[in-house]
């Protein structure tokens, strides 16, 4: 039985890709192979692709399959032209999930102090226990209002599955703000 999606959010994750939006970016891959951090950008590539089949988006998919056989392969560096592609496929995906995103945005309702604490308190808890479905409160985590910067490095901590360094982060923020939730 299929599950009911929430969000458009929830469907694409990784693939959101635009300014502004965290997530998987092209130049997070260029730069994850020219610093020969081939785990990294295998893990990247491989999101890249499993996200863009799941919407049914074959020349992407096929473009980081592409990339993700010959990191696996050992066959580095990428052609330029493997790499064109996929950013290419990537942008036109993007092209056409933009306004998918601006109209799931607009509709989204901001998250009360005590939602807010409850999902810290939540996501606290999921991190020391090592519990990999923590990945399934970033679209909460986006929500919350405060400490722009720190917000992003914890989103980007989990999405790495930096999971000691995510919970830093969450000290630090409750250090700044849950005091005035």
């Not at 050992?74 to 493997?82: L, S």
Request: aromatic share 4%; charged share 30%.
């Amino acid at each position: 039985m299929l599950r009911e999606y929430q969000s458009i959010k929830e469907i694409i994750g990784p693939l959101m890709i635009v300014e502004g939006v965290e997530g998987v970016k092209y130049n997070e891959i260029v730069e994850a192979l020219t610093s020969n951090n081939f785990t990294l950008a295998h893990r990247l590539v491989h999101s890249l692709k499993g996200n863009a089949g799941q919407i049914g988006k074959t020349a992407l998919e096929t473009a980081a399959n592409s990339i993700e056989i010959l990191i696996r392969d050992d066959n580095v560096p990428i052609p330029n032209k493997i790499m064109k592609l996929l950013e290419n496929e990537l942008e036109i995906v993007l092209a056409e999930l933009k306004p998918l995103l601006e109209n799931d945005q607009e509709e989204t309702e901001p998250l009360s102090p005590e939602q807010i604490l409850e999902l810290l308190n939540r996501l606290i808890d999921m991190l020391e226990n090592k519990n990999p479905k923590v990945m399934r409160l970033l679209d909460d985590v986006r929500l919350i209002p405060y400490e722009k910067e720190l917000m992003t490095e914890l989103i980007k901590q989990i999405e790495d599955y930096d999971f000691d360094v995510a919970l830093e982060i969450l000290d630090q923020l409750k250090k700044k703000e849950w005091h005035d939730l």
